[in-house]
């Protein structure tokens, strides 16, 4: 496991612990799995068989803090907006993704040199993710709370620092040669070197009181990685403009969360 991943981590949940310890907020801990579309250089843009094509799996373990309620006393805090509206999420997740590319220029109908290395390529990327995120929710925490089979739409924002290892081949032989390998993906524009990257997050969801102390919860995140390596394929965005974009991703996420007394 990375340094780097476990200085991240030990800091993350230290700094939940720390504002337990001094604000006595309570504690949430769940599960995500879903769907991930990602979005990356392989296939071709706004294109449905590249987004149904091109989607894998993610995991997680989530943690929230809870403003509103302080475990150690059972009661609630003092009631302000912001206990009453937010919640603040810490996750770690994992998500994977096999690649390659689809549309209309790997149409079984081109038979050219490009169209057949363009379909001999296969890729993949794995992410492990660690980060915040802050919850919003509309309507009150404290009413969702002692409401069983109420509902809990939120939106969320944050960020979270990831890292990633990308997997770029052909089913022709090595990329990096002409008989292999389309000439944007030359010189350099493909990689199996894994890195780090941030990203920000954004999500939409709602919350079902499943009983007094579980909730299940479905969202759709948008994440946006600062980096256009993540699925290890890069080219010349000054030439190749199509590609230009950074790679990002959409997650269905369905968990569970229980309330920690």
């Known amino acids: 496991m990375p340094k780097k991943f476990i200085i991240t981590l030990v800091l993350l949940f230290g700094l939940s612990n720390s504002m337990n310890a001094q604000f006595g907020f309570s504690h949430e801990i769940g599960a995500i799995l879903g769907p991930v579309a990602f979005q990356s250089d392989y296939g071709e843009r706004h294109d449905f068989s590249t987004n149904a094509g091109n989607t894998g799996y993610g995991i997680g373990i989530i943690h929230y803090l809870n403003f509103s309620y302080r475990a150690e006393c059972n009661c609630y805090t003092p009631e302000t907006y912001f206990n009453d509206h937010f919640k603040l999420r810490s996750e770690l997740s994992y998500n994977k993704t096999e690649l390659q590319h689809f549309g209309k220029w790997v149409d079984p109908s081109r038979t050219g040199t490009i169209a057949n290395q363009l379909r001999a390529m296969r890729g993949s990327t794995a992410v492990t993710n660690v ?34 290892d990308p997997k770029a081949w052909s089913e022709l032989g090595p990329l990096g040669i002409p008989a292999t390998t389309p000439i944007k993906y030359m010189n350099g524009a493909t990689t199996n070197d894994g890195g780090t990257v941030w990203s920000i997050v954004s999500s939409v969801g709602c919350r079902y009181k499943l009983t007094e102390l579980s909730d299940l919860m479905v ?21 190749y403009v199509e590609n230009r974009a950074n790679d990002w991703n959409l997650w269905l996420n369905f968990g569970y969360i229980y309330y920690l007394q």
């Open 131 to 164: 980060g915040m995120q802050l919850e919003f929710f509309p309507l009150s925490i404290r009413e969702f709370t002692a409401t069983l089979g109420s509902f809990a739409p939120f939106i969320s924002l944050g960020g979270q620092f990831s890292f990633y």
């Open 219 to 239: 969202d759709l995140r948008w994440q946006y990685y600062f980096s256009n390596w993540v699925d290890g394929l890069n080219p010349d965005p000054t030439i």
